[in-house]
């Protein structure tokens, strides 16, 4: 039965909390509020979208707080998830589904971009339209 800390709202298996270190743990109940992630404004409306599509009941925490997010921009809040432990499977396998796909996705895109950019320039001579080379 995995473990869970009071301080950091984590559920986790082991000897020791993995973000505080905190021996004095106890057995996760299926009420426990549990930490799911932490994402950008934008993204945390996704996620919200989703986890409600699914049944899955949540928690929601700004990093920042009004004052500080108005202060530095409303790009730079972060939005912490809690769920309940009962669902903490269900809301982990949505969120490795969702941002591990998006994560890749810009990369995929990237390495295709460089590529053609490549194919591209291999036949370009190397002096731009105003005959200077590039440097």
Request: net charge negative.
């Amino acid at each position: 039965m995995p473990l869970y800390c009071d301080n950091c709202f984590l559920a986790f298996e082991g000897e020791r909390c993995p973000s505080c270190g905190r021996k004095k743990c106890r057995e996760a109940k299926d009420d426990d509020l549990c930490y799911l992630t932490e994402q950008n404004v934008i993204w945390s409306g996704l996620l919200a979208d989703v986890l409600k599509q699914n049944g899955i009941e949540f928690v929601e925490r700004n990093v920042l707080g009004a004052g500080l997010a108005f202060k530095t921009g409303m790009m730079s809040e972060r939005v912490r998830f809690y769920v309940f432990f009962s669902r903490l499977g269900d809301a982990e396998t949505i969120v490795e589904g969702l941002f591990s796909a998006a994560d890749e996705a810009p990369e995929d895109e990237a390495l295709e971009d460089e590529d053609e950019a490549a194919e591209d320039g291999a036949d370009e001579d190397p002096e731009d339209a105003d005959g200077f080379p590039d440097i």
